[in-house]
């Protein structure tokens, strides 16, 4: 009833009993918000609004004593309030936002990403069932491909996803690849597209 995704696999093989009894760690927590708010402005038809669970926290509030405006403090019942309201959405400061569209636009310059971006469709989901040929036991298996281009296009070929880093330096890119595991999701993702969709996509940018 478990669909097991990339990130479990990998947890997966690192430790069976880590992943079912384990608890989950935190790490990597500020790199994924980072991930998910380029993903959130990159991976998105132009014009549309920011999803409604990333929201921005004010610069400054107004203290309630004084009536002078004061830079964002979390400890100031306002900014409680505030973050009260805003309960399960994950929140960013301006400046964090302006480092993203700063990211995102360097993105948009560089020709190759920007032919495929243009190309492509966002965020595509994929189910499917793995069944062990030895036991029997069929596993369910899901996957987000962040960016797929479409096959008519020069990208035809490929499959993409969307990473941060860093490092990327040619030692600290391929030492973060093997620790991340990022060539089994690879694998498994242009497994996954060719089962489903008939295609013989080989290349993963």
């Avoid at 409604?52 to 964002?72: A, F, L, M, Q, R």
């Avoid at 190309?119 to 369910?140: R, W």
């Avoid at 880093?165 to 030692?171: E, V």
Wanted: charged content about 25%; hydrophobic content about 35%.
């Amino acid at each position: 009833d478990y669909p097991m995704s990339s990130s479990d696999l990998r947890k997966f093989m690192a430790c069976p009993h880590k992943w079912r009894y384990g608890e989950q760690d935190d790490e990597g927590t500020d790199a994924t918000k980072w991930g998910t708010l380029i993903d959130a402005m990159l991976l998105r038809p132009l014009g549309q609004e920011m999803p409604d669970d990333i929201v921005v926290c004010p610069d400054t509030y107004t203290d309630s004593k004084t009536g002078d405006e004061k830079p964002w403090n979390w400890n100031s019942n306002t900014a409680k309030a505030w973050k009260a309201k805003n309960e399960g959405k994950t929140i960013f400061k301006s400046d964090t936002i302006a480092e993203a569209q700063k990211a995102v636009r360097t993105l948009m310059a560089n020709d190759v990403v920007r032919s495929v971006i243009q190309a492509s469709t966002f965020q595509v989901m994929l189910t499917a069932e793995y069944k062990d040929a030895d036991t029997g036991i069929i596993v369910p298996v899901c996957g987000l491909l962040d960016i797929v281009p479409t096959p008519e296009s020069k990208h035809g070929k490929m499959l993409c996803d969307l990473k941060t880093t860093n490092d990327a330096s040619k030692f600290g890119w391929t030492r973060g690849l093997h620790s991340r595991g990022y060539m089994t999701q690879a694998a498994l993702y242009l497994d996954l597209w060719n089962a489903a969709t008939g295609e013989k996509r080989s290349q993963w940018f």
